[in-house]
């Protein structure tokens, strides 16, 4: 079945306007028309079944038929990963694989060893949420993922609530098996923190410093599996 997205606001009873970009996708791309039913999200949990009442390439209408169950149900641990901006289109890759891994927020670090931070930061983000709605659309989720505006690694624990995961390179422990429903997953650069990084996150009384042994991974390859690490003890990837 296919999926499409519109804000609660697009709602008007029981039918739901599509705007331009999704019209254009149903219309032109997939081909769709009248009659043909297909699947619905509001981005903030609510996902429904729908009947094609109009179709043209600026402006699609859907008919609401039921409310049906999204086929990825949201996680009961709420994480943000943290992580920081990354070269080429790995930070692409690590918003896409945090929807599908069921993140509720994702907030782009800029660190000392960040190695490129893009130009024009402000222009990424309409491309970067457009990337999370995609993977809501095609991994099955009914809630739409945050993506935040970079910020600068001094300021995160400050605008963060719960329990923070420092994943560092050195001078970190075991993970804890205290059960908590929110979580900051923080993952660093590809050069790694700097001490001072280090030295901020110790001080921080909810962050909890974690050293893994064993494996050298990319930033980008961390910053995933780091996540199904603490989705699967903490939430429900089991």
């Not at 050069?191 to 909890?208: F, L, M, V």
């Amino acid at each position: 079945m296919r999926r499409f997205y519109a804000p609660p606001d697009s709602f008007k009873g029981n039918m739901v306007q599509l705007d331009e970009q999704e019209s254009h996708h149903l219309c032109s791309v997939l081909r769709l028309k009248v009659g043909d039913e297909v699947d619905l999200f509001d981005g903030e949990g609510s996902e429904f079944l729908c009947r094609v009442a109009s179709a043209s390439k600026r402006i699609a209408t859907l008919e609401i038929l039921a409310e049906a169950e999204p086929s990825a149900p949201e996680s009961p641990l709420k994480i943000s990963l943290a992580a920081a901006l990354m070269k080429g289109d790995k930070t692409d890759l690590c918003i896409q694989k945090a929807v599908e891994l069921g993140v509720t927020t994702f907030i782009p670090l800029i660190t000392s060893r960040t190695e490129k931070i893009p130009k024009n930061l402000e222009k990424q983000m309409p491309r970067w949420r457009r990337i999370a709605l995609d993977a809501t659309k095609q991994c099955g989720r009914a809630k739409l993922m945050s993506v935040k505006k970079p910020i600068e690694f001094a300021n995160l624990f400050s605008r963060v609530n719960g329990k923070c995961l420092f994943f560092s390179e050195r001078g970190g422990g075991n993970m804890s098996t205290e059960v908590v429903e929110n979580i900051t997953v923080i993952v660093g650069p590809e050069g790694g923190w700097e001490d001072d990084e280090i030295d901020i996150a110790r001080r921080d009384q909810s962050t909890e410093l974690i050293t893994f042994g064993g494996r050298i991974m990319r930033a980008e390859t961390a910053a995933i599996a780091l996540t199904a690490i603490v989705q699967h003890r903490f939430g429900d990837l089991k």
